[in-house]
């Protein structure tokens, strides 16, 4: 119905609209962050927001940057953070595909092995969704092709095979989409030795930078600890390099003592000493 008088629409007010004033248009907005690792009764760190989706973005994914670690992963020779890759599509999934009328608390929830969401939907139909029977669906169209103009997400239904593919490198799982009344989104982050409170980092992680400094070496090494039956072959392909070059950094690694190959190349392993 038109009124004749000028105003802002729902998006605008979420999108850029001040905490009060998203409040009286839409009383039951929030997202509650919570990580949780040591104190499993209740959480070891929270955050409530309440603010605009512009500032509730980057105020989430600070919040993932906090409690989680990062891994680095060359594409087309560019180091691309993959924990800043999975942060945002999970944060930019979590604000734009929602059913902001709902009174239900969108949620964050960081816990040891996995990060986690949940928000009220207006589904199209329920169950697990798969790359096979995925078909994309705007709930918010006028926010979802806000956040892709600005660059906060990217186009529809990318976000899906993102998360796929970024949560297969980082932690050798997939994600799991569940759509309902309740929309659920659960990202395996298998720990790597720096998820503690506050980003602190363990001995390990310090030793490993007191004697390696190369950026594609110290890659290696996380593999390596992932999966010590990596071959020459396998890193190559997911550091996105050559063998050959695999092969140098390997020998540099075996050099200072922080590598050993035991067995053959087809069925030995690494040892790695720090």
């Known amino acids: 119905m038109e009124s004749g008088k000028e105003g802002f629409n729902m998006a605008c007010i979420l999108l850029f609209g001040k905490p009060e004033t998203i409040q009286s248009c839409v009383p039951g907005y929030k997202t509650d962050a919570i990580y949780r690792v040591e104190n499993l009764d209740r959480y070891d760190d929270r955050l409530i927001v309440e603010n605009n989706l512009m500032e509730s973005y980057n105020l989430l994914i600070d ?27 999970i944060v930019s999934n979590l604000l734009v595909h929602r059913e902001f009328k709902s009174a239900f608390p969108a949620k964050l929830i960081i816990e040891k092995d996995r990060i986690w969401t949940e928000n009220w939907s207006r589904t199209q139909w329920k169950g697990r969704i798969s790359l096979e029977n995925f078909t994309p669906y705007p709930k918010n169209p006028i926010i979802a092709k806000f956040f892709v103009n600005i660059g906060y997400a990217d186009s529809l239904g990318s976000g899906v095979r993102n998360l796929y593919k970024y949560t297969k490198i980082y932690s050798d799982a997939e994600p799991n989409f569940e759509e309902g009344d309740v929309f659920r989104l659960i990202v395996p982050m298998r ?19 007191e ?47 922080i590598v050993e190959r035991v067995g053959s190349d087809r069925k030995g392993y690494w040892n790695i000493y720090l």
């Open 63 to 89: 919040f993932i940057k906090k409690h989680t670690d990062d891994k680095f992963f060359l594409i087309d020779g560019v180091n691309v953070s993959l924990r800043t890759a999975i942060a945002r599509e």
């Open 191 to 209: 720990p790597a030795g720096a998820t503690l409170t506050g980003g602190r980092k363990n001995n390990e992680v310090t030793k490993v930078t």
């Open 211 to 257: 004697k390696v400094t190369d950026v594609t070496e110290k890659r290696i090494i996380e593999l390596l600890k992932d999966n010590s039956k990596y071959k020459t072959a396998e890193l190559a392909e997911m550091l996105g390099i050559s063998r050959k070059t695999v092969s140098i950094k390997l020998k540099n690694l075996k050099d200072k003592g």
